[in-house]
T-cell receptor, first 113, second 113 residues
Framework: GEDVEQSLFLSVREGDSSVINCTYT??????LYWYKQEPGAGLQLLTY?????DMKQDQRLTVLLNKKDKHLSLRIADTQTGDSAIYFC?????????????FGSGTRLLVRP | DTGVSQNPRHKITKRGQNVTFRCDPI?????LYWYRQTLGQGPEFLTY????????KSRLLSDRFSAERPKGSFSTLEIQRTEQGDSAMYLC???????????FGPGTRLTVL
């Protein structure tokens, strides 16, 4: 089935690390994604990870993938107020010639000064 | 190129009216996707084009919805006889044939009164 779950809300202090968690159900997902959405805006692709990897780091972002447990996390180091947004986890589902993305409901991150 | 663009950004209409939205993908991106996002939820896949061919349609795409991409560049999404339940953000994304990333536009927010 298609189901991606995330916690609804996370609040952190500026300068701390944030960890946003996600679970997915489709074990055949080849790629898993993190997108950021600011109020009234579209989705910004932050990073993605291939399913045969267990970690990917990109500047302040670290993605961890536990394929056995179908668990994905996004760690943001040194969180800034500009990181306040909704973060969506997505799994890829194969179509005939491409992939569609199955999104979670998003985690709202609030960064307190 | 500045990314995926969508017009209009906002549309308010009365129930029963027809509306049409436009998406201009990143140039040379031959894949184009439409998603719908309702309040508090993640985007849901609607349909997908490879060049001018519509290759996949979700069950969410009722017969009141039609999408076209006549020349393989911009795409339009038309909703006929709008209902209040059609109120949502309609997002367009594009990608290269060989890429795993989908890049999203800013969306068109539809409000049906």
């Amino acid at each position: 089935g298609e189901d991606v779950e995330q916690s609804l809300f996370l609040s952190v202090r500026e300068g701390d690390s944030s960890v946003i968690n996600c679970t997915y159900t489709d074990s055949s997902s080849t790629y898993l994604y993190w997108y950021k959405q600011e109020p009234g805006a579209g989705l910004q692709l932050l990073t993605y990870i291939f399913s045969n990897m267990d970690m990917k780091q990109d500047q302040r972002l670290t993605v961890l993938l536990n394929k056995k447990d179908k668990h994905l996390s996004l760690r943001i180091a040194d969180t800034q107020t500009g990181d306040s947004a909704i973060y969506f986890c997505a799994e890829s589902m194969r179509m005939d010639s491409s992939y569609k993305l199955i999104f979670g409901s998003g985690t709202r991150l609030l960064v307190r000064p | 190129d500045t990314g995926v663009s969508q017009n209009p950004r906002h549309k308010i209409t009365k129930r029963g009216q027809n509306v049409t939205f436009r998406c201009d993908p990143i140039s040379e991106h031959n894949r184009l996707y439409w998603y719908r996002q309702t309040l508090g939820q993640g985007p849901e896949f609607l349909t997908y084009f490879q060049n001018e061919a519509q290759l996949e349609k979700s069950r969410l795409l009722s017969d009141r919805f039609s999408a076209e991409r006549p020349k393989g560049s911009f795409s339009t999404l038309e909703i006929q006889r709008t209902e209040q339940g059609d109120s949502a953000m309609y997002l367009c994304a594009s990608s290269l044939m060989t890429a795993k990333e989908q890049f999203f536009g800013p969306g068109t927010r539809l409000t049906v009164l």
